[in-house]
């Protein structure tokens, strides 16, 4: 499978606090995305990264990218109530458009 | 908000009878696909579209047909449902650029489907 796999399944955290959770794939990439998932709801695109981007900044979200060890993470600076969801990365390599389970991020206020 | 429509969002139906769900856009996008989302495996995609006609197998296919006979419409369809296809079923689209599609999806709202 090329499917890309987060780190935690689950993370709950105090408002205020920083998020970090990780992605892992196997395959070469074209770029990385990372998207959220209110219940109930689609997925909603927060940032992507190409394969010759180390970090990337948008808001209080910061990604980075390590090609070497295949892996990415995503980190929510000062999280809030409102971030709570899940959240997927999707890794973009030829057609196929593929999804991990995600990260279930719960922020207590 | 992309302009997406899935129909119905909500069908409860019988094992063996055929079930259609359609995705409408009003973006004018080429791609678009067919996702299921189940507890335990996250996003699987069913099948894609690249254009008018043009369609392809994703990673769980088997059972399910699709047709794509106008830019705007994606149509999934179940010959035979049975109770391993009830989930959570979502449209995506994405948009092509000179420099080839960047795989940025907007999704759809999604449709429940129930079989008994």
């Known amino acids: 499978s090329q499917q890309g796999e987060e780190d935690p399944q689950a993370l709950s955290i105090q408002e205020g606090e920083n998020a970090t959770m990780n992605c892992s794939y196997k395959?070469?990439?074209?770029?990385l995305q990372w998207y959220r998932q209110n219940s109930g709801r689609g997925l909603v695109h927060l940032i992507l990264?190409?394969?010759?981007?180390r970090e990337k900044h948008s808001g209080r979200l910061r990604v980075t990218l390590d090609t070497s060890k295949k892996s990415s993470s995503l980190l929510i600076t000062a999280s809030r109530a409102a971030d709570t969801a899940s959240y997927f990365c999707?890794?973009?390599?030829?057609?196929?458009?593929?999804f991990g389970e995600g990260t279930q991020l719960t922020v207590n206020p | 908000d992309a302009g997406i429509t899935q129909s119905p969002r909500h069908k409860v139906t019988e094992t063996g009878t055929p079930v259609t769900l359609r995705c409408h856009q009003t973006?004018?996008?080429?791609?678009m696909y067919w996702y299921r989302q189940d507890p335990g495996h996250g996003l699987r995609l069913i099948h894609y579209?690249?254009?008018?006609?043009?369609?392809d197998k994703g990673e769980v296919s088997d059972g399910y047909s699709v047709s794509r006979s106008k830019t705007e419409d994606f149509l999934l369809t179940l010959e035979s449902a049975t109770s391993s296809q009830t989930s959570v079923y979502f449209c995506?689209?994405?948009?092509?650029?000179?420099?080839?599609?960047?795989?940025?999806?907007?999704f759809g709202e999604g449709s429940r489907l129930t079989v008994l």
């Open positions: 995506a689209i994405s948009e092509s650029s000179r420099s080839g599609n960047t795989g940025e999806l907007f």
């Open positions: 395959t070469s990439i074209n770029n």
């Open positions: 990264i190409r394969s010759n981007e």
């Open positions: 999707k890794e973009t390599s030829g057609s196929r458009l593929t």
């Open positions: 973006e004018n996008h080429r791609y």
């Open positions: 579209s690249y254009g008018v006609k043009d369609t």
